[in-house]
């Protein structure tokens, strides 16, 4: 071992100190985050291997390893092994066609929504297009904001068939979910998605919306939803707030 | 139908008139996309309703469609149906663990190479913690720029695991692709990736390699690769101009 290894037997354990051996790397462990030797997404060596550079039993490392997995700096991923866990909200919107509440959700992470518009109006033209609709026709339009520990992280503005879901507009979008109402309430089948990934500068309204100066770049995510059916039903526009929230995906090559 | 509607029937085919039909059909469709009124990704209603809608033979209507499919305006979609195309590259490695050069290929789009740099380097720290090397080891790094059609459209920066690839250095990059070397000279089985996608500012030498303004929004894609036997390979940054190509999922709720 040399002492520019990103290693966590650089130094020898302490066994005279007054600190419990577990809690003395579970300390190295956090200073190296800390530091950044050992970035989000870095996968740590096994537990046995641990052990063993370090000169100590399996389960003190394993009650090393829990402190700082209770402390969030830690993830273990059934199969995969021990990561770093990366400080910003990390959806896998890229790969399933998850939306981003059910995404905080699994995770475990609280958000508000509040709702910024909501009503019935005429489509914009290309949005009428991408719906199959006249445009002489109604979408029922919702603009949602979306905040995590009091920042906002995404601005939402959907576009939904609304002759496909009469009385939508009475739902309290602030509390029940868009996709959730469209399934669980109108009993509509959502089959597939197309989403379309860019960067774009921050329009006025955007950057007011989640806190960012006018032009600073910004996660933007086209989608339009179709039902099992083929017809579409929904289509948004999704600006994210790319420095709180980064969309991820872990793909296979075959 | 009432002349709101994105529709081709708002007008009678003139069946004295000194072009054929089927020209007219298509030299319509041609004005709806050139208006926007048909956004990219629009979906064309099937052959039958439009030969209907017109008054033609569906004989008429493929011709006319068959006519702006070879101008590159639509694009046909085995059970999904006829699209109107987009006009920037859309690959989908959100979704899949292909390389841009394997869509781009797919796709049957040319590109360029060129490598800005290639050689062994000691890691930076970051990078020597996702590939689990000792910063005191080697990387092989390689800074590529690909252009289509003479405009720059990826600048990517990969750091290969040397010790797994001897030699890698003396591979003309130009040509060959990063990932079928790896797997096609070395037999290394690339199993898994993990790619982060969000919005930057472009840096002063991603502007310069961009031809983009510094700061302007660029999308950033970061990634590392794991082999089938879970040991990291490769860690790349990718930055994309986005008005140029943007990255796509087609996605299944189920």
Chains 1, 2 share one sequence.
Do not use: C
């Amino acid at each position: 071992m040399t002492g520019s290894e990103p290693t966590i037997a650089d130094a020898a354990i302490n066994r005279e100190a007054p600190v419990a051996i577990h809690a003395q790397i579970s300390e190295r462990i956090r200073n190296r985050i800390a530091r950044g030797e050992w970035p989000a997404h870095y996968r740590l060596k096994s537990e046995p291997e641990i052990a063993a550079d370090l000169g100590v039993s399996r389960g003190t490392v394993r009650r090393a390893l829990a402190t700082l997995i209770e402390e969030g700096l830690l993830r273990q991923v059934r199969g995969r092994g021990t990561f770093v866990t990366s400080m910003t909200f990390e959806p896998s919107i890229a790969q399933r066609l998850s939306t981003l509440s059910e995404d905080f959700s699994a995770q475990g992470i609280l958000f508000d929504t509040s709702v910024l518009f909501h009503g019935l109006v005429a489509p914009p033209q290309p949005v009428a297009a991408l719906l199959d609709l006249p445009v002489s026709g109604t979408v029922f339009q919702l603009d949602r904001l979306r905040s995590t520990g009091g920042s906002a992280v995404t601005l939402l503005g959907n576009f939904v068939r609304s002759d496909l879901v009469p009385g939508i507009d009475d739902f309290d979008f602030a509390g029940a979910s868009l996709f959730g109402t469209l399934e669980g309430h109108y009993g509509l089948k959502i089959g597939t998605a197309r989403r379309t990934f860019s960067a774009e500068a921050a329009t006025e309204a955007v950057a007011e919306a989640l806190a960012v100066p006018v032009g600073a770049p910004v996660q933007y995510l086209q989608q339009v939803t179709y039902l099992t059916d083929g017809r579409p039903i929904e289509y948004s526009d999704v600006w994210i707030q790319s420095e709180r929230l980064k969309v991820t995906s872990l793909l296979s090559r075959r």
